[in-house]
């Protein structure tokens, strides 16, 4: 049975294919201008463990937060 999780670029992942979610990474979101207006969060998502099939994955808080407890939870059920 597949599981669809909405990325927060807008795509799609089947949620029972992760075998491995990285730890979420912090990182300063930079303007065009080179300024920084904020914090950005990334994590990496493997579908397989060919290197190929990983995912990085950037957004908020809100959205990383979201996507990784909707993949734990599907992943527990």
Do not use: C
Request: glycine residues 12%; without cysteine; negative net charge.
């Amino acid at each position: 049975m597949q599981r669809w999780v909405r990325l927060p670029q807008g795509g799609f992942l089947d949620a029972t294919r992760v075998i491995y979610i990285s730890k979420v990474e912090s990182f300063a979101r930079l303007d065009d201008e080179g300024h920084n207006v904020g914090v950005d969060y990334a994590v990496s998502i493997g579908i397989s463990l060919a290197r190929d099939e990983h995912l990085m994955v950037t957004g908020n808080k809100e959205e990383i937060g979201t996507l990784v407890r909707q993949i734990l939870g599907q992943a527990a059920g």
